[in-house]
């Protein structure tokens, strides 16, 4: 069996070896932390002092490493690091038709300017949603694009938007305690679908935005008028936003 447990003075560390061990752990520890590359409570822990009575670390477990080739998209489970996501979509983007992969190449370039590639190698994309952070590089994108989340806990899953209900509040997101989030779907983009994301940062490599931004927007076939627009913006509010207004007065221009 790979499940382990270390208890220690002050940290009780679980690693289920299945998914299902998983949810019911998270079920019975609903303040449990969850921790899959370690890159974001690694810092809590050591500069900001947090402790966690009881860590989870999921990161064997099939399913939350599992990647999906379906009509639609890619379906990534939530442990996929930063890098292995990263391969995938370079493949997908070298062999799929160019107008699919407008959200791939936009994730891409987030990931390119992302952290370095020490931390992308264990960085997990499941630890970048749900840490929630506003200037979070890739959840504009993922919000620009329509992805998709499934959470799930020990009684089922649920499919949830990545819209800006998702994140409820600074680095709060729409999940309850008990659940932990499965996967997340990156869609193809559509014909005449254009996407493009942008990072601020005081350096270019290894450094955390100032702002970054990403905008999809849908032409209807054969013009150059608006049909559907969507501008997410990261590091402009507690959470990552939607610019709204701006989308629906330029619809139809
Ligand atoms: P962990 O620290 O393991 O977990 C983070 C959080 O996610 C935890 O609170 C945990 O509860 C939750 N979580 C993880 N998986 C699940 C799951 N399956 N279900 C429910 N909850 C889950 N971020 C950027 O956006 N851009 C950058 O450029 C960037 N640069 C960085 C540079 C450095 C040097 C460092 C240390 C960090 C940087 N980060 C950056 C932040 C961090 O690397 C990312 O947010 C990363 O994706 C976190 O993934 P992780 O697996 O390490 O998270």
């Given at each position: ?7 220690g003075?002050?940290?009780?560390w679980l690693?289920?070896e ?10 019975k ?28 670390a ?7 490493n ?18 292995h996501?990263?391969a ?13 992969t407008?959200?791939f190449?936009?994730v ?5 300017w ?7 190698n ?19 994108v993922?919000m ?8 799930m806990?020990?009684?089922g899953?649920?499919e949830?938007?990545m ?5 409820t509040?600074?680095?709060k ?34 450094d ?11 032409f ?16 402009m509010?507690?959470?990552t ?13």
């Open positions: 069996s790979r499940s382990l447990c270390f208890i003075e002050r940290t009780t690693q289920p299945s998914l299902e061990e998983f949810l019911l752990l998270k079920w520890h609903p303040d449990a932390r969850v921790v899959v590359g370690n890159t974001e409570v690694g810092i809590e822990v050591k500069f900001k002092n947090m402790v966690y009575p009881v860590i989870l999921p990161g064997l477990i099939t399913e939350l599992a990647v999906m080739h379906t009509e639609d998209g890619i379906v990534f489970g939530a442990a996929c690091t930063l890098s996501m990263g995938v979509l370079k493949e997908a983007v070298q062999s799929l038709p160019p107008h699919q407008e959200v190449q936009a891409l370039e987030q990931l390119r992302f952290a370095g590639q020490q931390i992308r264990v960085a997990a994309v499941g630890g970048n949603i749900m840490t929630a952070s506003p200037i979070s590089d890739l959840n504009p993922f620009a694009a329509g992805c998709k989340l499934t959470l806990d020990k009684d899953s649920r949830v938007q819209d800006d209900s998702f994140f509040g600074y680095r997101t729409a999940a309850q305690p008990q659940e932990i989030l499965l996967s997340i779907h990156i869609p193809y983009s559509k014909k005449n679908q254009f996407i493009s994301a942008f990072k601020q940062s005081p350096r270019r490599e290894d955390i935005s100032i702002v970054t931004a990403a905008m999809s927007v849908i209807s076939p054969g013009t150059d008028i608006v049909k559907d627009l969507r501008l997410s913006y990261g590091g509010a507690p959470v936003v939607l610019a709204k207004k701006t989308a629906n007065r330029l619809l139809g221009r």
